[in-house]
């Protein structure tokens, strides 16, 4: 379990970089390391558990050897005390409190191996605690870098992409598309500029075919004209204080050729 451990932490920290260029995706790989470490976690409860549990029943049996090494060594005494009053003779006194202390020592021997083991397992106890209670730190720990590498991920996965985007910009391919459009563009405007020289020239000739078929204004226009041209006169009349007649009459003949042509 702790080489496992230790191969995963050089792994994540050895291998980082190789890891973002040799996977698709390394996040999900991290994941499954956690994971990986989840499941040894859960298994190495399940050991413990088990191991607790073989102690719990040699803790047992050696107390119950004990009482039975008790016990033994009581009915020992017993039968000699039986042989003192008489109620048994001592040789059978002495042949069944053997046996007894023989089944006494049987149980000694048992209670001195029962508490060897029992030693073992929870000294094995105490160091799978130990560790388990490392392996849970190291999984807490992992969590949180994980979700750190995740974002730390995503953003390099956006960075990557944008910065792709805008060096693809400068490709040839590009540059010339955008060259392509430009030229279009130039086309599409001087295409419009041609068109509005040819309105002007349709403008100009017109002008030219009115003024050569002779056009001039209606009727009315040159009777607002000559009315205002006659105010004008009039106005100029009366304000042309001293000047002789002849001279009035010389003005109003030049206007009225004015007006005439």
Excluded at 71 to 90: T, V, W
Excluded at 174 to 199: F, G, H, N, P, V
Excluded at 202 to 221: F, L, R
Aim: proline share 0%; aromatic share 4%; net charge negative.
């Amino acid at each position: 379990m702790a080489s496992l451990i230790q191969r995963f932490f050089k792994f994540i920290q050895s291998n980082a970089h190789a890891l973002l260029s040799k996977f698709e995706d390394p996040v999900k790989l991290a994941e499954q390391s956690v994971r990986d470490l989840k499941q040894n976690y859960d298994e190495s409860l399940k050991g413990l558990a088990e191991i607790k549990a073989i102690a719990i029943t040699t803790r047992r049996n050696l107390e119950d050897r004990k009482q039975i090494a008790a016990d033994y060594e009581r009915k020992a005494l017993m039968l000699l005390q039986n042989a003192q009053s008489g109620k048994i003779s001592q040789e059978e006194a002495d042949r069944l409190a053997s046996e007894a202390l023989n089944k006494k020592n049987n149980a000694i021997k048992e209670i001195t191996k029962l508490s060897a083991d029992l030693q073992m397992y929870e000294a094995n106890t105490q160091k799978m605690e130990s560790k388990i209670a490392d392996l849970k730190t190291q999984i807490n720990h992992w969590e949180s870098e994980l979700t750190t590498m995740k974002a730390r991920y995503k953003i390099a996965k956006s960075t990557k992409k944008i910065n792709q985007q805008l060096s693809s910009i400068g490709s040839e391919s590009t540059t010339a598309m955008l060259e392509d459009m430009k030229t279009k563009i130039q086309e599409e405007e001087a295409l419009a500029s041609a068109y509005d020289e040819m309105t002007y020239l349709e403008s100009d000739i017109d002008k030219e075919i009115d003024k050569a078929i002779g056009t001039t204004y209606s009727d009315d226009v040159q009777g607002a004209l000559a009315e205002l041209k006659m105010k004008m006169l009039t106005d100029k009349t009366s304000s042309s204080n001293g000047e002789s007649t002849d001279a009035g009459k010389d003005s109003t003949a030049d206007l009225k050729k004015e007006l005439d042509n």
